[in-house]
């Protein structure tokens, strides 16, 4: 989706290196993640954020980090990679204004490898 | 062709035909359910979504069950095409105050053969 944007597409890096992936999304939407895929493990929540003062773990936070910089941008840290962060991440958002019905719209994904 | 998920994350059909991917949710208080496709390099895409008031709900040529007595889900694809091939998941989110918080399922691998 066009309007979720994540960059960098495609990252390589050494283990002990501090990273940092960007989202930013012209949805408009209060409600930000990210997510971490692994082959056969599907998609897993790392962090989530319902608006620019309130950030979350979610199940798989150890080793990371976020910073809401606005309503717009949510990035994602990794303060030191180590090679089992290598995966691929995304970067979702949400309106809760439809009640009970809450769709996430994605971005393209970043696959990063950590050597 | 139909998939029964977890335990068959792979399925093959041939063009033209009807194909049933398959998804059991884990937890009975889940009240909304939402089908994404993943093609390859790209992220999860919105296809369908069912609130746990209904049974069925239907798209264009897509149609997704919802049996909540044996928390399962079926997303159905009429007359399959190659463009249809991708990954498909699940994902069930659990009550409104606690916001979007969807646990999706591992996925089904479409394939779709000429």
């Known amino acids: 989706d066009a309007d979720v944007t994540q960059t960098p597409r495609n990252r390589i890096t050494k283990t002990g290196k501090r990273i940092m992936l960007e989202c930013s999304q012209t949805k408009g939407h209060d409600r930000m993640y990210w997510y971490r895929q692994d082959p056969g493990l599907g998609l897993r929540l790392i962090y989530y954020?319902?608006?620019?003062?309130?950030?979350n773990k979610g199940e798989i936070s150890d080793g990371y980090s976020v910073s809401r910089q606005a309503q717009a941008k949510f990035s994602l840290s990794l303060e030191s990679a180590i090679p089992n962060q290598t995966a691929l991440y995304f970067c979702a958002t949400s309106d809760p204004g439809l009640a009970g019905k809450e769709t996430q719209y994605f971005g393209p994904g970043t696959r990063l490898l950590v050597l | 062709g139909e998939s029964v998920g977890l335990h068959l994350p792979t399925l093959s059909v041939q063009e033209g035909d009807n194909s049933i991917i398959n998804c059991a949710y884990s937890?009975?208080?889940?009240?909304?359910f939402i089908w994404y496709k993943q093609e390859s390099g790209k992220g999860p895409q919105f296809i369908i979504d069912i609130r746990s008031n209904m049974d069925k709900r239907q798209g264009q040529r897509v149609t997704v069950l919802l049996n909540k007595t044996v928390k399962h889900l079926s997303l159905q694809i009429a007359a399959t095409q190659p463009g249809d091939s991708a990954v498909y998941f699940c994902a069930e989110n659990i009550g409104e105050t606690s916001g979007s918080r969807l646990t999706f399922g591992e996925g089904t691998q479409l394939t779709v053969n000429p």
């Open positions: 954020s319902f608006d620019v003062k309130d950030i």
């Open positions: 937890n009975s208080a889940s009240d909304y």
